[in-house]
């Protein structure tokens, strides 16, 4: 179901395949498909221009209540709202087949990778922001009976115009019994705290040394429960401290293991950079930093890498981390979404922060270029 997007995606984005891969990629326009192809969108009902909703302060626009089964391809979404920070105050949830809590739960920047507040431009494979502020995702997102998407505005301002287009497959038929379900998962430390401020600069043998084997205070990007795979984050750092925020391991926890199964070297690393990603942002298919920013205090950075080449299998659980400088010390502001398909019913989600908690802003924590105790 997903290799008609996938290329389509890929012929897109990719400069040069194997020919191997392009050639079966091709080969599957000759093959006949039993979905019907389905939009719904923010069209006007009256057949004029006006295209759009609006959303008024604490309301609940539902953008999408359809039955099943089928497979959502393509969710575009373009906004236009006087509210500084509408990124951040518009929440996206989604819901299948009828679930009393949302497997889906992120503001809409966030979402879409944008975790600052700010637009900005990039391309992946499962998300895009092109110009201008169009937010794409192109995760397939099947359910059996139902799908049901919204979008709350928990700003101060009406959203003047919020435009939509949702493309999905309906089959005539029923899923595979083994279908799993698209989540995605909002969690944000702001400030990260750090266990100590007492530090100067990147290699301090105070905090060099000191070990982290099980994961103690990581950051956490996921923690569920039941089967399924993780295939992605995406990742925003707002640096309340100077010098490079990003010597911090990615260490995953499968099926209740006390020690990671997998355990990197360095956040740039995990994200599939180097050397602190050099001098300038990148994106690629499946990782990148789009927004790289200086080694100082107030300094905006977004990351993303996505697992597509290999999702992270778990049976039973998995807690997904990664340390906020080495062993932890660090205190900057940590914004994120993990994406991942799983068995349902899943684990509750951490409550959603108030809007004025998940707003990007320096807190007083301390350490180099910070004034903070």
């Keep these: 179901m997903r290799r008609l997007v996938l290329f389509l995606i890929l012929f897109a984005v990719v400069p040069v395949m194997h020919a191997q891969e392009l050639s079966g990629l091709l080969s599957d ?56 920070m509408h990124l951040k105050k518009l929440v996206l949830r989604m819901y ?63 959203v003047g115009a919020f435009y939509f287009n949702i493309d999905y497959r309906a089959y005539p038929h029923a899923l595979p019994a083994d279908t799993l379900y698209f989540h995605a998962q909002y969690r944000q430390a702001a400030p990260n705290h750090g266990w100590t ?59 209740g293991a006390k020690l990671p199964s997998i355990n990197g070297t360095g956040s740039e690393d995990y994200f599939l950079g180097a050397w602190d990603f050099g001098d300038k942002p990148f994106s690629y298919e499946l990782m990148g930093a789009p927004v790289k920013g200086d080694e100082v205090a107030g300094s905006h950075s977004s990351v993303y890498r996505f697992h597509l080449d290999s999702p992270i299998p778990f049976t039973k659980s998995i807690r997904a981390t990664i340390e906020h400088g080495h062993a932890n010390h660090r205190s900057d502001n940590y ?8 068995t349902e019913p899943h684990a509750p989600f951490p409550a959603l922060p108030p809007v004025e908690e998940r707003l990007p802003k320096l807190y007083p924590v301390g350490g180099p270029g910070n004034a903070g105790k």
């Design 96 to 158: 299948w087949d009828n679930e009393p809590t949302p497997s889906v739960e992120a503001p809409i920047g966030d979402f879409f990778g944008l975790g600052l507040g700010e637009y900005f431009t990039y391309q992946s494979l499962p998300l895009a922001v092109s110009s201008v502020k169009a937010l794409n995702s192109f995760f397939p997102m099947p359910f059996q009976k139902k799908a049901r998407i919204t979008a709350t505005n928990e700003g101060t301002e009406p």
């Design 29 to 84: 326009l000759t093959k006949p498909h039993d979905y019907v192809l389905k939009r719904v969108s923010s069209w006007d009902r009256t057949g004029g221009n006006a295209d759009a909703r609006k959303i008024a302060p604490g309301e609940t626009l539902t953008v999408l209540d359809e039955s099943g089964p089928g497979v959502i391809t393509h969710v575009w979404i373009t906004v236009a709202s006087r509210e500084k």
């Design 335 to 342: 914004f994120s979404v993990a994406y991942w398909y799983q």
């Design 197 to 255: 401020n007492h530090w100067e600069f990147d290699g301090d043998p105070l905090v060099n040394g000191k070990p982290n084997l099980t994961g103690e205070g990581n950051y956490v990007w996921l923690e569920a429960t039941g089967r399924g795979h993780f295939v992605g984050v995406t990742m925003s750092v707002l640096q309340n401290q100077d010098h490079w925020w990003g010597e911090g391991d990615d260490m995953f926890f499968i099926d």
